[in-house]
């Protein structure tokens, strides 16, 4: 205990002395949780223009977004914030920037140009109160679903554009004997593909009212009931080992030629690009019904109030990196995910990337996911009723739309 | 020789366990009592003051994961228990028979709990994969109608968490009932054996209540694994399907961090610690008990 004690004495001692020693150096900590291989690429993107502008990046990679944000989270009340830190697009960081532990980035986004610089959509859920809390970084599109290129021309489909194509092609699937449908059984992709179903099925005006508003009429509304329809005969098509199952293990059932569909946002591009797959000879992305447009989600980096005067330089440094378009765009690249950045070149994205960056800058054609509007008491409430949904035995279609719509008043 | 004085020797005691004691009452009773007063307020992500009285106990007992939690908690007991009990007592009594090779025996009962829980978890997951473990072993060597769903069957998944943790937990109650066993005065095996007893009444009569301690010793373990049930759940169905394998560690862990409500998961974690306390300290007691009994 006692030799501990000293151990840990001696090292904070030799921390301090190592940090006055090199006080010239603009040191950044940056919280995050990109450990996947496309997304350390992308990580290491920005940390090259930070180094370039002179910072020292100190990377602390966290696995598992819940696990970076308490770790940041602890440490920001603690007294002790990184100096950047990363949250999902939305409610998240509210109550942080509310206990005055944020840095107000107004300033900044002005000098900067954010307003010209970024989609409406994406700046306004880091504004509170008209001042500007969060920096978007990534943008991705949630409601997409993926196929098997050789399966569909195996059993004579073309991309299924509407639901009824969609059944269609299931049922020839699972006629020829395969797997027609492996989606991810972990609740939050179950959740994801819910919204992906309202919002094709029920449509942007019901979508907007529950996820926008937390209309719970709108929940009890028939339009919502079709989607829930259509959402229980989707998860009778999936296959038995779908509960639990990770989101890549259920892509890879599709990369494989194992099954015909899968659902799942733009990050599943990556996975297909990772295993030399090529858009269109073999695989296939659509949003089913897609005039009602695209759930935009993605990730922001918060700023915690900095704590003296090199904390601030380091994070004028990241800001400016991370706002830097071409940065930006050999990020996304790099990450997989949508440019966010007006301007960017969109020559070297992979199709289904380019089709969702059309959606993205379309205000008519994007509309913002619940994780960007509910607090996440509310995204849990949900979410619970969607597992519960979606399991076999599980809750009744009636009983579903009672526990969401009870579910948007949690707190 | 030197003596030292009654005095002298009680200060010194006195001195070495004050830190300790301050550790213990700061940090141990102290973040106890704090969790239980903020499972009284509004706090959300961060603890806050606002007295919110029992609001957070009844939305807490009106929210369906928390009693499948709690349901699931007891259900696991009160197979887990018994049956790690009986599996591990078999064991001991057989190596305590003298057989060959004891030791690497021993090794091998005890090697389940050397490794972690997400490990125990991972591999029983694939294991149980209705795809890809046994049930496709069965299927490739002939048995084409094989199947064994019970991971992905909302029903049955709590039952392959508690296959799991007593796979787990058996050998280390082995142990610990072996040096109980080991304990057992041979005379009294010598009577047992002129008397012409029966080997299953000996033990459930004559052994099994002369190893009390050591019994006691296993029941206060293996009661800590059921209220700390996490990690294996979070490995194998990550509380699923849909929530039908909670437990409430996770349900707390889940809304403390992920879901920003502090309140609600500190008033789950206070009335967990009431009901660890309901049941360990009568098992304390008995063990305290027995203890001073037998000397």
């Not at chain 2, 009106?62 to 197979?79: D, E, H, K, T, Y």
Request: net charge positive; charged share 15%; glycine share 8%.
């Amino acid at each position: 205990m006692i030799s501990k004690l000293l151990l840990a004495a001696t090292t904070a001692t030799a921390l301090c002395i190592a940090a006055s020693a090199s006080a010239q150096e603009v040191k950044g900590e940056v919280i995050h949780q990109w450990t996947s291989a496309a997304e350390s690429a992308g990580v290491k993107v920005l940390a090259q223009k930070f180094t370039e502008l002179g910072g020292t990046w100190v990377d602390n990679a966290i696995s598992g977004g819940p696990n970076a944000r308490s770790t940041a989270v602890n440490r920001v009340v603690g007294g002790n914030p990184p100096a950047a830190m990363l949250f999902n697009t939305g409610a998240q960081f509210v109550e942080l920037q509310t206990n005055a532990l944020l840095r107000d980035l107004t300033a900044t986004a002005k000098a900067d140009n954010w307003q010209n610089k970024m989609p409406a959509a994406l700046l306004n859920s880091g504004i509170v109160d008209g001042e500007i809390w969060a920096l978007p970084i990534s943008g991705n599109g949630a409601n997409w679903f993926w196929f098997n290129k050789p399966i569909l021309d195996k059993i004579g489909v073309a991309k299924p554009k509407t639901w009824d194509e969609v059944f269609a092609a299931l049922d020839k699937a699972k006629a020829a004997g395969l797997t027609p449908f492996t989606p991810s059984g972990e609740p939050r992709w179950q959740r994801l593909m819910f919204n992906a179903v309202v919002l094709g099925v029920a449509g942007r005006d019901t979508y907007d009212a529950v996820i926008y508003k937390r209309d719970a009429s709108a929940v009890r509304g028939e339009k919502f009931k079709a989607a829930v329809k259509v959402f229980e005969k989707l998860r009778d098509y999936a296959d038995a080992g779908t509960p639990g199952r990770s989101w890549p293990d259920s892509t890879n059932l599709v990369i494989s030629g194992k099954a015909l569909m899968t659902q799942g946002g733009t990050w599943l591009n990556g996975a297909f690009a990772a295993a030399g797959k090529t858009a269109g000879t073999d695989y296939e992305c659509a949003i089913i019904n897609p005039d009602q447009g695209m759930v935009i989600s993605g990730d922001v980096f918060l700023f915690p109030e900095p704590k003296n005067a090199a904390m601030t330089r380091a994070q004028d440094l990241l800001l400016k990196a991370f706002a830097d378009v071409p940065t930006q765009t050999a990020f996304a690249v790099a990450n997989g995910t949508i440019p966010i950045l007006k301007g960017a070149d969109t020559s070297k994205l992979n199709p289904c990337i380019a089709e969702a960056s059309r959606f993205f800058n379309d205000p008519k054609l994007s509309t913002g996911s619940d994780q960007m509007m509910f607090t996440p008491a509310i995204v849990g409430a949900v979410e619970d009723a969607i597992t519960r949904f979606s399991t076999k035995g599980g809750l009744t279609a009636e009983q579903f739309i009672e526990a969401y719509a009870k579910g948007l008043s949690a707190s | 020789m030197f003596v030292r004085s009654p005095s002298s020797s009680r200060l010194q005691a006195t001195l070495t366990l004050v830190p300790v004691a301050f550790v213990v009452l700061s940090v141990y009773v102290g973040g106890v009592l704090w969790a239980a007063g903020i499972s009284f307020t509004r706090s959300s992500m961060l603890p806050n003051y606002r007295f919110a009285g029992l609001t957070q106990y009844i939305n807490l007992f009106a929210n369906a994961r928390w009693q499948v939690s709690l349901g699931n908690m007891v259900l696991f007991a009160s197979i887990f228990i018994p049956v790690t009990l009986l599996i591990g007592y078999s064991m001991a009594a057989m190596i305590n028979r003298g057989v060959r090779g004891e030791n690497a025996l021993r090794t091998i009962y005890l090697y389940p709990f050397a490794m972690s829980f997400i490990v125990t978890g991972l591999v029983w997951r694939w294991l149980l994969d209705p795809n890809f473990g046994i049930a496709d072993v069965a299927r490739k060597l002939g048995f084409e109608n094989a199947s064994f769903d019970w991971i992905v069957n909302a029903d049955m998944a709590i039952f392959t968490i508690i296959i799991a943790a007593v796979w787990h937990s058996a050998g280390l109650v082995m142990v610990v009932l072996l040096a109980g066993l080991r304990g057992v005065d041979d005379d009294l095996w010598k009577a047992i054996r002129i008397e012409g007893i029966p080997a299953w009444k000996a033990h459930l009569y004559i052994i099994v209540p002369s190893i009390g301690t050591s019994i006691a010793t296993a029941l206060v373990l293996m009661s800590l694994t059921v209220v700390r049930l996490f990690d294996v759940v979070v490995a194998m169905t990550g509380g699923g399907p849909g929530i039908a394998t909670d437990v409430p560690a996770k349900f707390i862990i889940d809304h403390m961090f992920e879901r920003q409500q502090v309140g609600l998961a500190s008033a789950a974690a206070t009335t967990l610690l009431l009901l660890v306390l309901a049941v360990a300290v009568p098992l304390l007691i008995l063990k305290n008990h027995r203890k001073g009994g037998a000397r």
